[in-house]
């Protein structure tokens, strides 16, 4: 069974706005891991925030953990097209696996 | 780098042939990860092994379905026979290490079809 679902499944919204994706899993956590895909590409990793982090920054992008409700956010601000992508969360559990959920599609629209 | 090297990029073969998968992960990289990517099912972790030696394979669907990783710089995922159902694209992964603190870095995938 999957351990990280993202929701929305998918989210439209213009260039310029913030987008927001959340995360939910279901057992304990080492880390959570969040990356992205391009159509047609292999997955690139965004951002890892560790269980005893509560947010953490990159750039235009924002995570955040609550691993009392077993919960992450990943939020992008002043969105571009070329954000447009597949978004994943990868909890990854003692046992080093990271299982991913089924992604938002993300769809900036210029 | 070259990064994580996958071939085929695309393969296209009739059901009950034998499919043969190959990927080459970073130099130096410790961990490597096979997955699944179909629309109904997701991104599906199959094996992966630390050092060459298979970790976790529960992840397999099911017995036609092997892995090999035979030195640090080559692994195989095999299907045989091969069904349309198994149409999907398949992505190998490396890291550096067993660390809960590893970034996987992806192949490009193999995407295949199985008629």
């Known amino acids: 069974s999957q351990q990280g679902e993202e929701d929305p499944q998918a989210l439209s919204i213009q260039e310029g706005e913030n987008a927001t994706m959340n995360c939910s899993y279901k057992?304990?956590?080492?880390?959570l891991q969040w990356y992205r895909q391009n159509s047609g590409r292999g997955l690139v990793h965004l951002i890892l925030i560790r269980s005893n982090e509560r947010e953490k920054h990159s750039g235009r992008l924002r995570v955040t953990l609550d691993t009392s409700k077993k919960s992450s956010s990943l939020l992008i601000t002043a969105s571009r097209a070329a954000d447009t992508a597949s978004y994943f969360c990868?909890?990854?559990?003692?046992?080093?696996?990271?299982?991913f959920g089924s992604g938002t599609r993300l769809l900036v629209r210029p | 780098d070259a990064g994580v090297i996958q071939s085929p990029r695309h393969e296209v073969t009739e059901m009950g042939q034998e499919v043969t998968l190959r990927c080459k992960p970073i130099s130096g990289h410790n961990s490597l990860f096979w997955y699944r990517q179909t629309m109904m099912r997701g991104l599906e972790l199959l094996i992966y092994?630390?050092?060459?030696?298979?970790?976790?394979d529960s992840g397999m669907p099911e017995d036609r379905f092997s892995a090999k990783m035979p030195n640090a710089s080559f692994s195989t995922l095999k299907i045989q026979p091969s069904e349309p159902r198994d149409s999907a694209v398949y992505f190998c992964?490396?890291?550096?290490?067993?660390?809960?603190?590893?970034?996987?870095?992806f192949g490009p995938g193999t995407r295949l079809t199985v008629l």
């Open positions: 992964a490396s890291s550096p290490g067993v660390s809960f603190a590893d970034t996987q870095y």
């Open positions: 057992t304990s956590i080492n880390n």
């Open positions: 092994f630390n050092n060459n030696v298979p970790i976790d």
């Open positions: 990868g909890p990854m559990d003692s046992s080093y696996k990271l299982i």
